[in-house]
């Protein structure tokens, strides 16, 4: 009852050119797509915010204030959904027992904190509150924002089941920081089938001694993704 | 019945130098640890794997095939069991929709190819197989090989309830690739809930021009991981 | 920032009528519907299967097994590809350290034991194979047949991305047993943001003193699905 | 290099009598047990909430409101953390383009409705509110809730990360409603690798007419969990 046995393909002289040709399946953006935004929150993305100091170079560099808001003004001009995948730190998340570094850190900052998720209190303007100048856009019908992710990827909240039940099956990610939330979102998204695109210049990365964050997320962008676009080639996209 | 408001911890003199040392949370080996290794197999770690024109270099430089067995050794040594999460390419996989770069590009080299889950034909010693060194451990009841993953996490395997029905809550992970199936397979055990070290030079990844696949993996593992081993400060903490 | 308050809908005259009339949203078939079977294996269908002394009463006075066979036929006929999603134990899982009432059950009976992936040594004509009346379809291009799961949902297993990745977003649902694979199937494809129906007569469920599993999985395909058929029912509807 | 065959156990009378003696696996409480309790909110429980004329009768039967009191009294008495899994609906989810039966009539009823995760206007006392009794057990420290669920199971939001974070394994769940919330927990929880038992009468369900909910529930409980409490069988455990 076995299937027919599958006659492997005979590749003739491939080689490590195959690589070198990193084959770029493209994206097409249709009405099933929408984008997703992960942490547009002033702890990343204002001088202000308890991470400026490493991310801030990679923020500046990319020109990622200027290019995430690009893209909620190109989503609401073409009709396309926003979706944001928060991030908030609640009290009795920090009695957690064991953490990875950046866990760790981010706790220690105070990173993105808020009492709990039926308190507001002190809310507004703080590190954990959306960026001033995105609130315009966010606070529009375009947009939802769905539940707080608690570690990097969106396996603790609501992102795909909010996606699917639009019936979105495609994503155009971009948002802060590249290598730890856009690449964990990326990669469970993935996962769980959507076919996922990244704007490369619309993230920023901590970069440390050592440690390049943003071209770390940048080459796995380009190796994980269907397409990675730059925002200036997006908005080119949208107005053909 | 809000709870009392969280007041936020005052940080004082918080500044850059904080990510210049990013914490080293550690990571205790106890009886809940198992060793983790995805894709040991000959497209990646044998000289005529699919991928070696890519991967070689950093395969030779890492002596991650050495440094794999080494991981196997000491796990026997030291009754800690290993769990494998092998890439298996179906038949039927060949027909799916859309695909991101890297898996466009697996699909179209036909690594790790097998005809489907009830077919061992061709099977032995092809690119899907393991490395033939490392059979005689996973013959042994101390390895169990879990079910393949597909695209480059476990989120479609038995991994983490294998690991959890063994009582395993921490785990040492190595494998190939590591900016690819390692690295997701970290995040998604993290999201999951697993206390997660990795072994640094026991992985190896792709690099092309302009795209250094495991300066990648290295920098997003000592980000996210609880702690990131060498094969010889691992093989020194087993044998205090 | 915050959006502006959501003015509670006044529900006026509502009462338990509500319920007694559970609403029915209904289920368009289109080019997005697939069909997925769980576990249309010997050990629960045939009457020498382990199970037929518990479940048997229910495969007979629902027609199940002819039932089943239709779908295939249907599906056949009408170019909807279907996806099966079978159960396997392999030896490792025989050594798990705790087990649910059902799991213990299954593991004690031997229910759809198989050596491991890379075995089919004694497969063919085990209670862990396929009703060799099934077997002609299932050896047919419009067939996948899935990872095994391994508790009794699909998050063990590929499932959800084989759907995904040909673009499949609604599932009829059928197959062994009701109120345990197919029901846990049903939940976690929802939750995955599939549409999903269930054909009622093409599952059955064991019934034990004092436990009527086929009540209880009726029960709950009436609660949670978007439709439930009856195996003529979708039989019309796919010859309108 | 294939493992050794599988020799399947002789399995010598086994007969209907093996499903009639259902096993009953046991549960031992430890110190990484906790309770979880799912939907302790006013529309399931209070007379005045939305969904009383269909659970009503199955909550004043299994004294439900009492027995989960009971819980939380055993749980800060015992040293026992207790993680409630609240419903909350929220604005933009009315917009869904897709929903279950059961799904669709809590949207129209309006049930477990919030405006927002940041908005609390309206929230005191309301349908999504807990139960005024409980409250004073979920301003205390050993309690933590997590972020809503948004179907019926813990797929959408952070309940696993949360349990282990804090080196939770087994988990006693209870909570509204028995055959959808609960079960749907007690299923996710068991694929998830946590050890389950369930407190039966610290449940209950909607009964229809030719559906009960209640029945339903109890008997996939006895089905799947590793072992079912009555509340006061708890209460002697606790008590030994």
């Given at each position: 009852?076995?299937?027919?046995?599958?006659?492997?393909?005979?590749?003739?002289g491939w080689n490590s050119n195959v690589f070198a040709q990193l084959p770029d399946?493209?994206?097409?953006?249709?009405?099933?797509?929408?984008?997703?935004?992960?942490?547009?929150?002033?702890?990343?993305?204002?001088?202000?915010?308890?991470?400026?100091?490493?991310?801030?170079?990679?923020?500046?560099?990319?020109?990622?204030?200027?290019?995430?808001?690009?893209?909620?003004?190109?989503?609401?001009?073409?009709?396309?959904?926003?979706?944001?995948?928060?991030?908030?730190?609640?009290?009795?998340?920090?009695?957690?027992?064991?953490?990875?570094?950046?866990?760790?850190?981010?706790?220690?900052?105070?990173?993105?904190?808020?009492?709990?998720?039926?308190?507001?209190?002190?809310?507004?303007?703080?590190?954990?509150?959306?960026?001033?100048?995105?609130?315009?856009?966010?606070?529009?019908?375009?947009?939802?924002?769905?539940?707080?992710?608690?570690?990097?990827?969106?396996?603790?909240?609501?992102?795909?089941?909010?996606?699917?039940?639009?019936?979105?099956?495609?994503?155009?990610?971009?948002?802060?920081?590249?290598?730890?939330?856009?690449?964990?979102?990326?990669?469970?998204?993935?996962?769980?089938?959507?076919?996922?695109?990244?704007?490369?210049?619309?993230?920023?990365?901590?970069?440390?001694?050592?440690?390049?964050?943003?071209?770390?997320a940048q080459t796995n962008f380009r190796f994980i993704a269907s397409h990675v676009?730059?925002?200036?080639?997006?908005?080119?996209?949208?107005?053909?």
């Amino acid at each position: 009852m076995l299937k027919s046995a599958f006659t492997l393909l005979v590749v003739i002289g491939w080689n490590s050119n195959v690589f070198a040709q990193l084959p770029d399946p493209g994206f097409e953006i249709d009405r099933t797509t929408a984008i997703v935004i992960t942490d547009p929150q002033n702890d990343f993305l204002s001088p202000d915010g308890v991470t400026w100091g490493v991310v801030g170079e990679s923020v500046t560099a990319n020109n990622t204030v200027e290019n995430l808001e690009t893209l909620f003004q190109l989503a609401e001009a073409n009709g396309i959904k926003v979706f944001i995948s928060p991030h908030y730190y609640y009290k009795h998340d920090h009695s957690w027992k064991f953490e990875g570094a950046l866990e760790t850190l981010m706790h220690k900052i105070t990173m993105f904190d808020r009492g709990d998720q039926l308190s507001t209190e002190g809310f507004d303007g703080s590190g954990a509150d959306f960026l001033e100048r995105y609130k315009k856009y966010i606070d529009k019908d375009f947009v939802t924002v769905v539940g707080p992710h608690k570690v990097f990827g969106p396996e603790q909240n609501d992102l795909s089941l909010q996606l699917r039940k639009q019936k979105i099956d495609k994503v155009i990610l971009a948002g802060m920081s590249g290598n730890l939330c856009v690449e964990s979102h990326l990669r469970e998204l993935l996962e769980d089938g959507f076919e996922v695109s990244v704007v490369g210049d619309a993230t920023a990365s901590a970069i440390i001694p050592g440690y390049d964050g943003n071209a770390a997320a940048q080459t796995n962008f380009r190796f994980i993704a269907s397409h990675v676009y730059t925002t200036k080639e997006l908005k080119e996209e949208l107005q053909k």
